[in-house]
């Protein structure tokens, strides 16, 4: 019990620290997730982090607070997803707070201006760096690049939106898995006939 309640608080304080500086959103989280408890503490593999941003975006609700609550859980277990969404979610609400009672005076400002716009240039490397890192991991097969190749086409090319997107995916892995189930099944049928 002890443990896991250290645990939590460990997850609230890791969460509450990058929340303070999401600045691109979720996918700035997860470089920071990965290098933190990937590569830092190793807590989990890439594998398992790429499982955690595939059920966590799939999932109605918002992307980094799911895969967060996903990630407290498998960590720390109830209180570990609480703790951990509680701190993604916290400096949002206070920063938003203070910003919507100044927003009149600062939305005209110079220097909040040109912050933001230093805020936007450093994101893009970041959301770059997490999307080839954890992009290795996802595309070790044939299969996986040629359908990441069709997703990328059909998302930039026609009006799918994502839902329908994902939605193809899924039937398209299912219908690959029951192809290669029965294509072995005969295999095996063919091999004992010829025996």
């Given at each position: 019990?002890k443990d896991?309640?250290k ?6 304080v890791f969460f ?5 500086f ?11 997730m990965e290098?933190?408890?990937v590569d830092k503490r190793?807590?989990?593999t890439?594998s398992?982090?790429l ?7 799939s ?6 607070t799911n895969?967060?609550m996903i ?10 997803g609480?703790?951990?969404?509680l701190?993604i979610?916290?400096p949002?609400i ?5 910003v919507?009672?100044?927003?009149s005076?600062l ?8 912050a933001l716009r230093?805020i936007r ?5 970041i959301i770059?760096s997490?999307?080839?890192s954890?992009?290795?991991e996802?595309?070790?097969t ?5 359908a990441g190749?069709?997703a990328?086409?059909?998302?930039a090319?026609?009006n799918i939106?994502?839902i329908?997107?994902v939605?193809?995916?899924v ?6 898995q ?5 294509n ?6 063919v ?5």
């Amino acid at each position: 019990m002890k443990d896991r309640v250290k645990k939590g608080l460990e997850l609230f304080v890791f969460f509450f620290k990058i929340g303070c500086f999401t600045f691109g959103g979720g996918w700035s989280i997860l470089a920071q997730m990965e290098q933190e408890f990937v590569d830092k503490r190793k807590w989990l593999t890439k594998s398992e982090l790429l499982d955690m941003v595939a059920v966590g975006r799939s999932v109605p609700g918002i992307m980094i607070t799911n895969i967060s609550m996903i990630f407290g859980y498998f960590v720390g277990g109830v209180f570990g997803g609480f703790c951990a969404v509680l701190g993604i979610t916290t400096p949002a609400i206070l920063i938003l707070s203070i910003v919507t009672m100044f927003y009149s005076k600062l939305k005209d400002n110079v220097w909040c201006a040109s912050a933001l716009r230093g805020i936007r240039s450093a994101v893009v490397p970041i959301i770059a760096s997490a999307a080839f890192s954890l992009g290795k991991e996802a595309f070790k097969t044939k299969i996986s690049v040629a359908a990441g190749v069709i997703a990328l086409l059909l998302c930039a090319f026609t009006n799918i939106g994502n839902i329908e997107l994902v939605g193809l995916g899924v039937g398209s892995v299912v219908i690959w898995q029951l192809f290669s189930v029965v294509n072995k099944k005969m295999k095996k049928k063919v091999k004992e006939v010829e025996e």
